[in-house]
Nanobody, 131 residues
Framework: QVTVVESGGGSVQTGGSLILSCAAS????????MGWFRQSVGKEREGVAV???????TYGDSVKGRFTISQDRSKNMVFLQMNSLGPDDTAMYYC?????????????????????????WGQGTQVTVSS
């Protein structure tokens, strides 16, 4: 079993930055990918970014160029640096951990960013961006 805990959410003005942290504990040797998802009121959960144990990354289209996912494998931690934030980034952000790595297609060139590929989820941390 793996436990995932997020931290670092808060309120920021448009154009500002935040960094979210995620710590995994428990049987972490089973984890091969970790990701961030977000959900705002009235919307479906959206994939933000994923990183696998080799450091390969995939980003959602709405955050490319603004968000950066990174990891410290020695500490079983993943981070999400969020820059140029706007009101549309307001959401509950969830960290997730997965035991397997899935790819978008047979070329295996890009990791999939699907919530169903992750077994363990944190409780979420709120990010609010005001205009």
């Amino acid at each position: 079993q793996v436990t995932v805990v997020e931290s670092g959410g808060g309120s920021v003005q448009t154009g500002g930055s935040l960094i979210l942290s995620c710590a995994a504990s428990g049987d972490t040797k089973t984890i091969h990918q970790m990701g961030w998802f977000r959900q705002s009121v009235g919307k479906e959960r959206e994939g933000v970014a994923v990183i696998d144990s080799d450091g390969s990354k995939t980003y959602g289209d709405s955050v490319k160029g603004r968000f950066t996912i990174s990891q410290d494998r020695s500490k079983n931690m993943v981070f999400l640096q969020m820059n140029s934030l706007g009101p549309d980034d307001t959401a509950m952000y969830y960290c997730a951990a997965g035991e397997d790595v899935y790819y978008r297609d047979a070329s295996l060139s890009e990791i999939a960013l699907e919530a169903g590929d992750f077994e363990y989820w944190g409780q979420g941390t709120q990010v609010t961006v005001s205009s």
